[in-house]
């Protein structure tokens, strides 16, 4: 299952939203009947960490101005108002299938 | 607290082998699939092998199956992943990372370990 991010970065002023757009080639409906699309965040010169799993579930301690939507093939991830702290590359996974795929990553930068 | 830790990485010729190894801590090893996650030089993130909390599953990329083999000991907490007949391609940071779900597979993958840095070069 091939994975496509749009934007491929995003320059945003602190305090503003963004929105990281991810598609799927094919649905990501599991036979269980969950999807299993996940986000991830990548800070510089860090490993990547779980923010969003299941399209919208957010993971323990990430902050509440995180949020995924989507369903299908087409997912968002979309940060309320933007902080210093989420400079990074962001990614979407996807594991209904193996073998398990990642988009090609959005850098999110401050204005 | 859970923690993950790769060794194994280095400066290898094309052709040759290395062997990746994770020790895990502050979880039960046993209920929880692992995968390797590596991520080339300046490069977005690409699912290598992946392996459930049983073993009864297991998975690889295209690009490295034939070559890689994955593999567990839980009586070690230990994660492992043994790659032959390296190419340049393989040049990477190697990531071991666990399952979020005890008991499941695939639900998604954290945490993540710092990485092991292979380079395969003559």
């Known amino acids: 299952i091939v994975m496509t991010q749009t934007p491929l970065s995003s320059l945003v002023t602190l305090g503003q939203p963004a929105s990281i757009s991810c598609r799927s080639s094919?649905?990501?409906?599991?036979?269980?009947?969950?999807?299993?699309l996940s986000w991830l965040q990548q800070r510089p010169g860090q490993p990547p960490r779980l923010l969003i799993y299941?399209?919208?579930n957010r993971f323990s301690g990430v902050p509440d101005r995180f949020s995924g939507s989507g369903a299908g093939t087409d997912f968002t991830l979309k940060i309320s108002r933007v902080e210093a702290e989420d400079v990074g590359v962001y990614y979407c996974?996807?594991?209904?299938?193996?073998?398990?795929?990642f988009g090609g990553g959005t850098k999110v930068e401050i204005k | 607290e859970v923690q993950l830790v790769e060794s194994g990485g280095g400066l290898v010729q094309p052709g040759r082998s290395l062997r990746l190894s994770c020790a895990a801590s502050?979880?039960?090893?046993?209920?929880?699939?692992m995968h390797w996650v590596r991520q080339a030089p300046g490069k977005g993130l690409e699912w290598v092998s992946g392996?459930?909390?049983?073993?009864?599953?297991?998975g690889y990329a295209d690009s490295v199956r034939g070559r890689f083999t994955i593999s567990r000991d839980s009586a070690k907490n230990s994660l492992y992943l043994q790659m032959n007949s390296l190419r340049a391609e393989d040049t990477a940071l190697y990531y071991c990372?666990?399952?979020?779900?005890?008991?499941?597979?695939?639900?998604?993958?954290?945490?993540w370990g710092q990485g092991t840095l292979v380079t395969v070069s003559s």
């Open positions: 990372v666990r399952d979020v779900t005890n008991g499941g597979w695939c639900t998604a993958l954290d945490p």
């Open positions: 502050g979880f039960t090893f046993d209920d929880y699939g």
């Open positions: 392996i459930s909390w049983n073993s009864r599953i297991i």
């Open positions: 094919q649905s990501l409906v599991h036979s269980d009947g969950n999807t299993y």
């Open positions: 299941r399209i919208s």
């Open positions: 996974m996807q594991s209904s299938q193996l073998p398990l795929t």
